[in-house]
């Protein structure tokens, strides 16, 4: 069985920080590309920040040089660094993973507000 669990969000000022952390299980996670999507109310889930299983990175324009994604293959954890917050980045935050020529899997989700 797939889990995906995220933890890490939470209520922060505008400027603040967070990490976000996605422990996986029942994936091979060394071969598994990784990724971080949000969903504010009332708009379409977005990707945020995605990772390959090699490390290369990509980033949605409006969060390059404010956020960080990583990944620790020995604790079968996927994170996301986020600094510079502001209001706008208010959203449920989802990790997914993407097995290769497998169905991917979404976690439960978890809530991050940035307050002005």
């Known amino acids: 069985q797939v889990q995906l669990v995220e933890s890490g969000g939470g209520l922060v000022q505008a400027g603040g920080s967070l990490r976000l952390s996605c422990a996986a299980s029942?994936?091979?996670?060394?071969?598994?590309?990784m990724g971080w999507y949000r969903q504010a109310p009332g708009k379409q889930r977005e990707l945020v920040a995605a990772i390959t299983s090699g490390g290369s990175t990509n980033y949605a324009v409006s969060v390059k040089g404010r956020f960080t994604i990583s990944r620790d293959n020995a604790k079968n954890t996927v994170y996301l660094q986020m600094n510079s917050l502001k209001p706008e980045d208010t959203a449920v935050y989802y990790c997914?993973?993407?097995?290769?020529?497998?169905?991917?899997?979404w976690g439960q989700g978890t809530q991050v507000t940035v307050s002005s």
């Open positions: 029942g994936i091979i996670f060394s071969i598994s590309a």
């Open positions: 997914k993973a993407m097995p290769p020529g497998v169905r991917s899997y």
